[in-house]
């Protein structure tokens, strides 16, 4: 197995533009999560999914961000409008159910950075 | 709310010299702690977790709920440790939400 992908990975846009990131998870996990990484904040969780259905939302810092996941195998972080403080390394992670307490496995990273 | 606090930004020792990165914690009830590493261009991943009681790459990490703390520590650091640590917590009874602290980045210095 690859891994969790993540793409793109380096993505720069400019202020009031759409960015979506996207993950693929590891095969038969069955958690998905969305963390922001910053200098200030370290990793954030944003959202966390169980069978593709939303669980926790609560770390979506404001409503331009939305986080889907319409299969098992695909999940994506869309921002819109992008702005400027939303630079940051985004990352997915994914467990399985049955794995070891607290185990994610994560991404590369998506390093997003918008003028 | 379950929080996880890492003081140090930054710790640099010396080569052969022991490290410990500090990780507190709050969290109202008996949650679970783990390290997460991040080395140079490579993916975070787990290095322990306390319910293990395990030594990984030298490292250990006590769980003091007195000091609600879980601080990482090695008795000799070696080049290779250089990367960022990362405390976690997570909250019993099969809540999958990890929380994690803002990271301490360990800089040995050969």
């Known amino acids: 197995d690859a891994g969790v992908i993540q793409s793109p990975r380096h993505e720069v846009t400019e202020m009031g533009q759409e960015v979506t990131l996207r993950c693929k998870p590891i095969s038969g996990h069955d958690y998905l999560f969305w963390y922001r990484q910053t200098m200030m904040r370290g990793l954030e969780l944003l959202i966390y999914?169980?069978?593709?259905?939303?669980?926790?939302d609560s770390g979506m810092p404001e409503d331009r961000f939305s986080a889907k996941m319409p299969n098992a195998s695909f999940s994506t972080l869309k921002i819109q409008p992008s702005e400027p403080r939303d630079s940051a390394v985004y990352f997915c992670?994914?467990?399985?159910?049955?794995?070891?307490?607290?185990?994610?496995?994560f991404g590369e990273g998506s390093r997003l950075t918008v003028l | 709310a379950q929080r996880v606090t890492q003081p140090e930004k930054l710790l640099s020792v010396f080569k052969g010299a022991p490290v410990e990165l500090k990780c507190n914690y709050s969290?109202?009830?008996?949650?679970?702690l783990f390290w997460y590493v991040q080395y140079s261009r490579q993916r975070l991943q787990l290095l322990l977790r306390?319910?293990s009681r395990e030594s990984i790459k030298g490292f250990t990490a006590d769980l003091n709920k007195g000091e609600t703390s879980f601080h990482l520590k090695k008795p000799f650091a070696q080049e290779e440790d250089s990367a960022m640590y990362y405390c976690a917590l997570r909250g019993p009874g099969g809540y999958q939400k990890v929380t994690f602290g803002t990271g301490t980045k360990l800089q040995v210095i050969p």
């Open positions: 999914f169980n069978n593709n259905v939303p669980i926790d």
């Open positions: 969290y109202s009830g008996s949650p679970e």
């Open positions: 992670a994914s467990r399985a159910a049955g794995g070891p307490a607290g185990e994610l496995f």
């Open positions: 306390h319910i």
